[in-house]
């Protein structure tokens, strides 16, 4: 047995420490934290001083075993986790759950995994750091209350299912707020003049006005002006100007860069850092500082010196702006930079160099610039067209990186053909187009973190998993709609004679920006009205200073709670008792059959429209929303329409064909067939010539294309692509094989290879009892019993698994699903005791 035992919370992590360290040290994982909140309860006892009640969960208790059996026999424990307050509480969790002796137990933290920072961290030990495990938490109760005293409200007067949080409730409001920007917004037109002139050498470039015109008629009225006019250079100045490199990433500017560059989403930019850091080639990627150590600002200079010269050299040292940056730690960057790349995955990879380029860019000489503005006037108006030229002289920094911009009309200036002034100079054509001015862009991913991080919202380790919170919860959708088509018209003055023409543009693309759903403004709503303390920016911010207070040993975290928990809780009490339920309910106008209300709101399934009130002695009628329609865009008749559905188109086959309105968009019935229509396509137009055509379409798709063992084979495309059904088994068809034109040995051979996978996933097939024990993804493994699927941790052996210990998973597990909704039931009682408890203690 080894002398020395390190714990790190990741065996990535573990694998590289593992290499730098000798024989006398052994390195094991705890899998991210061992211990946290139990999940079925609340777990804080907020009556003595919010002590909270921390369970090591069921898949962790092995590791926790394990882990102590090699802590008892080992001389020192070496606590390894990250530098955050994550990682301390990890530590924190480790030390308590072990029951480590402390004399025998160590601290360390590095901010990348080298043999130097691990060997340097093993010589500077320290003990944990107990103001930041308060900080954690403190950040970890209070998000617990917020959730689990919120989300009961939000099922009872809003919708079952819904949940709430300090940090993703308020980032849902961003996005409500723009999008109720964008809806409100009124596009006004003017009209953008752009001009091409010659110069006596023949070489031409373009200007513009300074201003736009703001009316057709005086668009139209210029450039008649212009008719016979000569023009010449009126002034022209150069000045030097130079561009400086942008800071090192933090974990914010590298989420946004990444979306710009390399098109990732903000939590595939962590994972593949976290990856990197894990493997040894960048720093730690949770940070907000901007600093680099002396030792890696000479690394960076050896390495300039190296691959550019000596005059691409200029150390510098930046300050961050965040709200509450970290000063003491770095930023992210390479381990090494004389590694330029990495041998990695492709997305690390790319990742990686973008990296190693703004790292190395930040220690990097200024580009040096000459620019040129140039005004061009003629002899018959007073107006002044400007051009605007850029001569890169040096280019510095830019000879490796330049950073990305969120500007999707941001010009950049090119090289001005020779002048000097009162040249003359002859015009090809000017052309007033018109322009409208344009809404708020929608935030994405990236643009979402950035006005977090101006707001002091979150973290660094809050970023990606509040963006995923809300995206899970179905709050907040990526748009997928590429936009709609605008007409303009555009004057041209040419050799004197003025045309116009009517062109067309694509605007209001909304892919991949973050859109709001029906629940999520619901929600929002409900939350803004009843809750405005918690989805108020400046008291979220405040939250995450007290948290850094109390990180610095600057406040008591008990003090906070209370502090927080006096206004919190009787606010809450008194929504749930005396809130309206109709939230979210917007009345369009009244049926002309019944005089009954028309509304749309939000119901159990979803969006719907409603005919008449509950009160009513006649049922109410309703109807599901179609997957383009909103509660705030869907008109009064689009409404009625809806009621329309399903409608009888005819028959075929002796089976009635109709078409309606599902939870997943508007799809043909036949039998017991259906059918989706086409995306945007509305059910209302659609007739049986139709509704035949789609009906004999998935006839011909489901028909067997050949048959093998004396079973069909049927093909298809799905959401993961190309596939073929045999038997029950659904097989992708990958590119190596021509899927329009498949052979019989091509299906053959795919039928077989999914044969020989499938056999040899399975680890144990007990058929009498119908059940199976199979790999999994990961690592893992789970047993299979007709449609249950019970995945086990990575620490069961499942080789060595019996049929009966099978059977008693298998019973345990079915048991606790019979029994959750009376534990749900328990829970909400036992909530609303600890409710009144609380209540009566600060009455006395």
Known sequence: MAKNLVIVESPAKAKTIE??????????????HIADLPTKELGVDVDADFKPKYVVSKDKKDIVRKLKKIADSSELVWLA????????????????????????????????????????????????????????????????????????????????????GRVQSVSVRLIVEREREILDFTPTASYRIDAEFTTSEGKSFRAKLPKNIQTKKQAEAFLKDNIGANFKVADLTKKPAKKSPAPPFTTSTLQQEAARKLYFSVSKTMTMA????????ITYMRTDSVNLSDEAKKGAAREINSAYGEKYLKARNYKGKSKGAQEAHEAIRPTNFANHSVNADYDQQRLYELIWKRAIASQMSDAQLERTNVKIEADN???????????????????????????EEEEQAGLLPAMKTNDALENEYIKATERFTRPPSRYTEASLVKKLEELGIGRPSTYAPTISTIQNRKYIEKGSIDGKEREYSQFRLKNDKITEET????????????????????????????FSNILDYNFTAKVEQDFDDIAGGNEKWTEMMN????????????????????????VLGKDPESGKPVSVRLGKFGPMVQIGSVEDEEKPKFASLGPEQTLSNITFEEAMDLFKLPKELGEYKDEKVEVNNGRYGPYVKFGKKYVSLAKGEDPMNVDFDRALELI?????????????????????????????????????????????????????????????????????????????????????????????????????DAKALTLEEVQDILDKNTKKKKTTRKKTTTKKASAKKTTKKKTTSKKK
Do not use: C
């Open 381 to 407: 108006h007073d107006k002044q067209f400007t051009a605007n030229g850029e001569i890169l002289k040096f280019d510095g920094f830019l000879k490796v990186y330049l950073e990305g911009t969120d500007d």
């Open 503 to 530: 062109l067309s543009e694509m605007v209001g693309s909304d892919k991949g920006k973050l859109i709001p759903t029906d629940v999520g403004m619901v929600v929002n709503d409900f939350l803004v009205q009843h």
């Open 696 to 796: 004999k379409e998935k006839e011909k798709a489901d028909a067997p294309i050949y048959n093998y063992e004396d079973k069909d084979v049927q093909k298809g495309v799905g959401r993961f692509g190309p596939y073929l059904k045999w038997d029950g088994m659904f097989i992708n068809v990958n590119k190596k094989y021509d899927f329009d034109n498949l052979s019989e040995d091509d299906i053959v051979a795919l039928i077989e290879d999914k044969k020989k996978k499938e056999k040899e996933k399975v680890i144990h097939n007990w058929e009498d009892e119908g059940i199976r024990v199979e790999k999994a993804r990961w690592g893992r493994s789970k047993i299979v019993k007709g449609k249950t699927k019970i995945e086990l941790p990575k620490t069961v």
């Open 274 to 281: 976290q990856r990197l850091y894990e493997a040894g080639h």
């Open 81 to 164: 986790s990250d530098e955050d307050r994550e990682g301390e509480a990890i530590a924190w969790h480790l030390a308590e759950e072990l029951k480590l002796d402390k004399a025998k137990t160590k601290r360390i933290v590095f901010h990348e995994i080298t043999k130097n920072a691990i060997l340097k961290a093993i010589e500077n030990p320290r003990s944990i750091d107990y103001n930041l495990v308060n900080a954690q938490q403190a950040r970890r109760v209070l998000d617990r209350l917020v959730g689990y005293e919120l989300s009961p409200v939000l099922w009872r007067k809003v919708k079952g299912g819904l949940s709430a």
């Open 563 to 586: 502090s927080f928990y006096e206004e919190f809780h009787p606010t809450v009490q008194d929504v749930a008792e005396n809130a309206e339920r109709e939230v979210g309910e917007r």
């Open 19 to 32: 290499k730098f360290l000798g024989k006398d040290y052994k390195v094991e994982s705890s899998f991210g």
